[in-house]
């Protein structure tokens, strides 16, 4: 098996987690998805302040991958096989939230960028975003 440096891991659907995949252990078009920034993109929720004047927050925990290249293949290979052909789809994904040592397995819907809406040089994206949203931990 390829080296890979982090453990970023997903599968299609939910409940999956007997199904999970590292991420850089994919390959497509003999290119390999490369480690992941899964830190910077953490969200905890919309933030509000409470009575007491201490900032809270509401809703689900939101957590980005930006992939540094993604391939035309490569996002193809997201949209056709990871989103069963769709745009936004349920996935099971190992990742961090807010801790930098800590993965759990999560259900979650991923979304990811409409062709119009990244910009494609060379047949290639950078700075591609996978947005996890409706994270609920296993």
Same mark, same amino acid.
């Given at each position: 098996?390829?080296?890979?440096?982090?453990?970023?891991?997903?599968?299609?659907?939910?409940?999956?987690?007997?199904?999970?995949?590292?991420?850089?252990?994919?390959?497509?078009?003999?290119?390999?998805?490369?480690?992941?920034?899964? %830190?910077?993109?953490?969200?905890?929720?919309?933030?509000?302040?409470?009575?007491?004047?201490?900032?809270?927050?509401?809703?689900?925990?939101?957590?980005?991958?930006?992939?540094?290249?993604?391939?035309?293949?490569?996002?193809?290979?997201?949209?056709?096989?990871? %989103?069963?052909?769709?745009?936004?789809?349920?996935?099971?994904?190992?990742?961090?939230?807010?801790? %930098?040592?800590?993965?759990?397995?999560?259900?979650?819907?991923?979304?990811?960028? %409409?062709?119009?809406?990244?910009?494609?040089?060379?047949?290639?994206?950078?700075?591609?975003?996978?947005?996890?949203?409706?994270?609920?931990?296993?």
């Amino acid at each position: 098996m390829a080296e890979t440096f982090q453990n970023d891991q997903i599968a299609v659907g939910w409940n999956n987690a007997g199904n999970l995949a590292n991420i850089e252990g994919i390959t497509v078009s003999s290119h390999r998805f490369e480690a992941l920034d899964d %830190l910077s993109g953490y969200e905890q929720g919309a933030p509000y302040v409470d009575g007491d004047g201490i900032t809270k927050y509401n809703g689900f925990v939101k957590v980005l991958w930006i992939s540094g290249h993604v391939t035309l293949a490569q996002y193809w290979y997201i949209h056709d096989t990871i %989103l069963a052909g769709a745009f936004s789809a349920k996935v099971t994904v190992k990742t961090r939230t807010a801790s %930098l040592a800590t993965y759990a397995n999560y259900n979650a819907i991923l979304t990811i960028p %409409l062709p119009a809406e990244v910009e494609w040089v060379s047949g290639a994206i950078t700075d591609f975003v996978w947005t996890f949203s409706r994270l609920t931990a296993l």
